[in-house]
């Protein structure tokens, strides 16, 4: 059954930084588009970032995009988000997902239980 374990959340004051990780088991790790994905209270669950399978290829939520770096280590099966200059606003449990092949759009085919990020002002 595949695994994904998210850690690193936690509580931080606004314009901090936190570094999310994601490892994943029994999956053939370069074979999936990792994602990162929150859901604040009372709000749907939105997009943050996806890699592709070779780490080549990233894409970013427009929200996040110059404050938040994905990365990954394929030989750790561990995929990262680093977020800078965080905001209150970037409060919500952060969920770690997987999806087969080379696309970040569309149905993602395993998910981690999330870590809450909380920013005070």
């Known amino acids: 059954q595949v695994q994904l374990v998210e850690s690193g959340g936690g509580l931080v004051q606004a314009g901090g930084s936190l570094r999310l990780s994601c490892a994943a088991s029994?999956?053939?790790?370069?074979?999936?588009?990792m994602g990162w994905f929150r859901q604040a209270p009372g709000k749907e669950r939105e997009f943050v970032a996806a890699?592709?399978?070779?780490?080549?290829?990233?894409y970013y939520a427009d929200s996040v995009k110059g404050r938040s770096t994905i990365s990954r280590d394929n030989v750790k099966n561990t995929v990262y988000l680093q977020m800078h200059s965080l905001k209150p606003e970037d409060t919500a449990v952060y969920f770690c997902?997987?999806?087969?092949?080379?696309?970040?759009?569309?149905?993602?085919?395993?998910w981690g239980q999330g870590t809450q990020v909380t920013v005070s002002s």
């Open positions: 997902a997987a999806k087969y092949g080379h696309n970040y759009v569309g149905e993602y085919n395993f």
């Open positions: 029994r999956l053939t790790f370069t074979m999936f588009t």
């Open positions: 890699i592709s399978g070779s780490g080549d290829s990233t």
